[in-house]
């Protein structure tokens, strides 16, 4: 063991940029993920029967053939898992029971001693399925013509922020009506209204979906699951199977990417329906990448349909915003991501007039779930395309327009919240500064277009008002210090950041602090979800709270045996000194054997251990009419983006030249891994603008490989791609720290469009934006013959 | 469905194993040799998250057979440093800040080190090329790239 | 819709000592048994279920399946169980720069560790990258059948997608490119959607040669992926290239003349209407880009 005093280390860690502490594990191919954990002989493999019918009735299931192939362990169906689920709204169950309402939805599922028995029996069960009319397009089901795939909508279990329409496929309506929309549209010198489309798109984690589950002879159920959201699944396995919280544990390691679809829960029921009956052998689910895309939560296709106006000056003034989101056949977050399609339609932007119609709607597509960003990206696609049309149209400076435009702190916003300070102006000047945005450049060869564009957006944080966090803090002989939370690693580099805090509010080096994993709900404390860019700003200040415990502990301790004020002590480099008596003593056994009374006289102190919880407690409900309120959300993170773009005019292909990409965070705990953030983020947005789009015809997707659907690879990159960030502190945040993890590719789609427009002087506005798409867009309008 | 038994080489060890005919060398690496740094992303060639090494040129580990390998020599993830001393692409892509979720980061760096063996001064786009059949969902690739090319200058 | 395997369904694998023995297996196990080189068609789909064999025989093995050689009066010969990561290395392939292109632009560089050549041409998708450049060249296939030896040429082997002229019991065991004409010029243009390692949405394979007995001076052979049931060699545009001076206005004719004879359909990857216009964009692509190549 290296010697921890002369072990060079990083003090005051807070706003480096420190190494992650994960690395080691992860370039050595040590790091455990889910599918990594040896169970032995026991295991037994699970497969799913799915529908083959977007709409219909189940007339007939027969499992007896299945059961009967030697190997096969449990078969189960619907008829075993009564109960309604479901994050939000109560409207599912594990297994399809009289109704299937998408193409790839779990009928039954089997467990047998290897995937290939298990995938053989799947082929032995017979389903018959009665087609019903099937709805594939949101708008249509919102209409009063669209068959009705959830007729017990009215009975569901539901909280009160979410209002379905009973007799309706609306699953949620959220209403803004702020202002007087009709009145200042009659103000406005200009309007411009434009209808968008954003497809189904999937998340695309490099690991599939995987969870294990094991029943204990007690009745007590453990999950080892890929997950982002170990405790709030532990809340819904507990409802699917009827028990209470504690009789189920959620194990949970490193996450090969979320991105959101690894929270709240989908196949993990499955898992645990099969564990249930298998008699104490552990049953592994794991989703086949073909499943991953056809199966799994979806981003959900948005049709959004945009009328903003504004004055001459160019001041905007009026929004109406109806939107219909393709919820699928039965929600999870899908619900919520409409509510925040709502409480946020104004985009960054100071409008006093709002009308707003956010509807999500049940169709036969698979469910929507969240997906980086939360409903932001699909937002602000269309909204960074309208405000670049009426900047144009008046004949104002995009730039300009934005700045005049944009949300500063103190305005009330489109829920009627005080806005907090943001730095919004700042990030516009950055991109445009950077991106030489005034400036028109040449194009690098006659065949080829030049073009720009920008966008601002926001994002709050999407939970319930009281969405906690908590971190234990104990300190361990050597001086080390251990931090419990249940927040997850997934990649973003929480860990590390949660190291930075800890260690910078107690007082040691980086490097001493270490964070217990694997996230385990018997032992982690709890942590609501690894969502919503929430773990910085929320799970830090539990962590600042906890390491601040400890070290009033410490103080205290030392204070007593030195008859000094703790008040003079401070915490430096794992040492405790006094500021008045310049004496000082290591951390090092101290901080768990105590400290002895002068002449034997007993001790002082003991184990240091430190607690820390968060909850806002200052988030209040909407009103269900207008969507205002005192404060809708815990604060917004915001940020600009700028692309530099070449068309090559003979295939319609996209080359960036540039992207900037300048946020708000507040203030950035690693700047380092605030930028990986950005890049990466940046990249996925890129992707999912030019390549992706889930084909689903019928409610059949027609391209679920990575053959056929395709992300952006090493090939496809911006030749700069610019990560910049800006410091206005959030009150609330650690140091001023609020999230940044999902923002990045929220604007991109909007961006492009607005850079591809600037090149070629077609709109092409609806994603993919795709090289035939642009080229076809270039042919119609006569750009190219 | 026939057995073979087979002998391979695996990061410098001799290993004899039974497989079946339609276990794939990903399968055997994972389930026989307990070898789990080597990722399956999509089990049909296509993310690169179980890219190893067959006889020093890099393979997607699910589209080749277990018993195809016979005879052979194997390198992964867990092969790639070398008396507890990190390989320079795995240094690197730490300093670099190219981990993230670190899923895809296994098959990442056998592409990377095998390029580097056989070019080993490439220059941008032949690392670009030599990475694209590995999908990364996480860091936009680019600090990747850079790494191996920081790699490249060191060694 | 059938859901992919989790793994690779069951079914033998065999691996036969000798050619004669390889023949007689694979007839008298027709259908049942499929030979293979890379795997990486058979694999993917056999996941997929489109696959189903009892037996698959390696041909890596055999006899004449190993060899990749370049001869002054033959050409180069390329055997099945060679991975086009050792043809693009082999450096007198070089003398071939199209194929070397063309492959160089299949999947990526691990994939390619595996894929072959042979079994491109055998899987006979529309899409196969590196078929084009094998018919510029006029390639020939050396097989094995339950009958001994034969040859066949590539130009006409393509009897619809997927399909072929093998017969039950047929091996392909190498491909021999005859020696190409001196001085001539390649381009294989394959647009994806990425920018690499997608497959094309159309692939333009283009050879062009100085030649005196045709009108314009020179001779060009094109052939084009994903744009028809089989790999399309579009004869007219080679004709007009061949009897007009080849100016602008000429490659542009041509151009026209190949995208007009295309018949693509609507896929994933791009729609039939885009196809064409590429057809004509890249063809014009392809031929300028060769023109300045040949006189430079
Ligand atoms: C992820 C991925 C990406 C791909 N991208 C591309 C791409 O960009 N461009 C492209 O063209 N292809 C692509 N392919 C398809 C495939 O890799 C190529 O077609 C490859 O060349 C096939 O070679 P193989 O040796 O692996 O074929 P195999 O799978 O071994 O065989 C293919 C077919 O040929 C038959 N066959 C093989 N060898 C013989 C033989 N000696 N005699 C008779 N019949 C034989 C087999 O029965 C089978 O029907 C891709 C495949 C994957 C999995």
Redesign the interface.
Known sequence: MANTDTKPGTMNPVGKSV??L????????????T??I?FGNALLYG?VK?S?VAHGLIKRIDVSKAKALPGVKVVVTGEDFPNLIGLYLKDKTVFARDRVRF?GEAIAAVAATS??IA?KAIDLIEVDIEPLPAVFDAEFGASKDAPLIHPDLANYECPNFIFPVPGTNISNHFKIRKGNTEEAFKKCAVIMEKKFRVPHVQ??????HIAVAQVEPDGDVTVWAASQSPFSQRSSFAKALGVSESKIRVIAG??????GCKAGVTMENVAVALASKSGGRPVKV?L????EF?TNFVRQGLIINLKIGCDAQGNVLAMENNQWWDGGASTEYGVNITRAGGYNSSGPFDIPNITTNAMCVYTNHPIGGAYRGFGMSELHAGIIQVMDMLAEKIGMDKVEFLKRNAIQGGDFNVTGMKMHPVGLQECIDKVAKELNFSVKEKASSPTKRRGKGIGIVWKAPSMPPNAGSSAEVRLNEDGSVTVSVGGQE????TFTVMAQIAAEALGVAYEMVKIEGPVDTRYSPYEWQTVASRLTWSMGNAVRRAAEDARKNILEMVAEAWGENPANLDIKNGYVVSMKSEESISLKNIVVYGIPRPGDQGWIGGPVLGRGTFMPSYVTNLDKDTGQGARAVVHYTTGCQGIDIEIDT??GKIEIIKAVSVFDVGKAINP??VK?QI??????GMSSAI?EEM?LVNG????P????Y????????PRE?IAMFVETAQDDGPWGARGIGEHPMTPTIGVLANAIYDAVGVRVSNPPL???KI??AM?EAGVVS | MGFHQISVKVNGNDEVVTVSSNMTLLRMLRESLALTGTKNGCAAGECGACTVMLNGEPVNSCMVLAVEVDGQEITTIEGLAKDGQLDIVQKTIIEKGGVQCGFCTPGMLISARALLNRNPHPTEEQVVEALVGNLCRCTGYSRIIESVQAAAERS | MTSAHPGLPEFDYVKPAGLKEASQFLAQHAPEARPFSGGTDTFVRMRDGFFNPKYLVDVKGLEGTRVLKIDEKEGLTIGAAIPMNRVVAFAEASRYPLLVEAAKSVASYQLRSRATIIGNICNASPAGDTIGACLAYQGVLNIHGVDGPKTLPLNGFFTGPGKNLLKPGDIVLSITLPVPPKGHAGRYIKLGRNRLSDLSIVGISAMGVKDSSTKSGYKFHLAIASVAPVPFIPAKAEEILANNALNTETIILAAQAAMDAVTPIDDVRGSAQYRKFMVRNLVNRAVTEIMQKLSA
């Open positions: 190494q992650r994960d690395v080691m594990e992860k370039v050595t191919g040590a790091a455990h993920y599918d990594d040896p497969r799915r083959t193409v995937e290939e995938e998340h695309v984690p490099i690991e599939p490193y996450v090969g990417g979320g991105f794991r086949t990448r073909e499943e056809f997934i990649g973003q580099g003979e295939t380092d891994l990986a890049e990466g983020g940046f990249i996925q390549f084909k059949v997707m027609k391209n490989s990575f053959v056929d395709r992300i952006a690879t090493t090939a496809d990159l791609n795709s090289a035939e080229y076809l042919l």
